[in-house]
């Protein structure tokens, strides 16, 4: 092979990308979808092995269905999100069709999308590069390497660390972008489509409610009182704004 042919290869498989599904079939076609992409894939069949996996080496991103024998989806993500190492990791839940309780659960448990079975392949790898383009993108923006400071609230866009009255908190990827969007855009109300468009990006195919539940998750971070939110504040039949006034 020569030198060009196999630069290419290795740039084709700079994402690795972990499958965890207990179904053999669908586990296979996650599998070869990905290959057919570029992408470096790892498989695991229930919640244990993948945590094992994803703890001596995390991939870039994962597929994680709900349904696992020893360690449950759910319980797997919420074991991710609250390890400093893999809080930001981009995941993706696969779900039964109609299942929108697990699909609601999974994102509050901080999946960053979802996918529904039967699933079309082209459907997944376009979330799946969006996911990670996403993520790309994030970590080459201008202000990447700045910092947000007012009052209780410090955040290093560099380093993905938030931190609240000096306490960090883990946010996942989603959470961290969300709340990145806000402080850059003070006072201003954002509905949730415009939210989706401009936070999640315009090639993705999520719900608008996938916006209310990450906002959720967010206030649970950095509110005093996330029954009572002060820093995000919710307009009635609009959408969302920031108000850092209430950070003093």
Not at 73 to 79: D, F, H, K, V
Not at 156 to 177: H, M, P, Q, W
Not at 207 to 221: A, G, I, N, S
Request: glycine share 6%.
């Amino acid at each position: 092979m020569s030198t060009a042919a196999g630069s290419i290869t290795r740039e084709r498989l700079r994402h690795k990308a972990l499958v965890i599904e207990d179904d053999a079939d669908i586990r296979e076609l996650l599998r070869y979808s990905l290959a057919q992409e570029g992408f470096a894939v790892e498989e695991a069949a229930d919640g244990a092995e993948a945590l094992d996996r994803i703890n001596r080496r995390a991939p870039d991103i994962v597929l994680l269905d709900l349904m696992l024998p020893r360690m449950s989806g759910l319980e797997l993500c919420r074991r991710l999100r609250s390890a400093a190492e893999t809080a930001a990791l981009p995941i993706i839940v696969v779900t039964a069709k109609g299942a929108e309780v697990d699909r609601v659960l999974g994102l509050e448990m901080g999946a960053d999308d979802y996918v529904v079975k039967p699933f079309s392949p082209r459907e997944v790898i376009a979330r799946v590069k969006a996911l990670l383009r996403r993520a790309h993108a994030s970590a080459l923006e201008p202000d990447g390497a700045g910092l947000y400071e007012r009052g209780r609230l410090r955040i290093d866009f560099g380093t993905y660390e938030v931190f609240i009255d000096g306490n960090k908190r883990d946010l996942a990827l989603r959470e961290f972008e969300l709340l990145r969007f806000f402080v850059q855009h003070p006072l201003r109300v954002y509905s949730r489509e415009q939210l989706l468009d401009l936070v999640w990006g315009r090639d993705t195919f999520v719900e608008p409610r996938t916006v209310d539940v990450h906002v959720r998750r967010l206030r649970q971070q950095i509110e005093r009182d996330d029954a009572n939110p002060e820093l995000i504040l919710t307009v009635r039949s609009v959408g969302y704004r920031f108000n850092p006034e209430a950070l003093g």
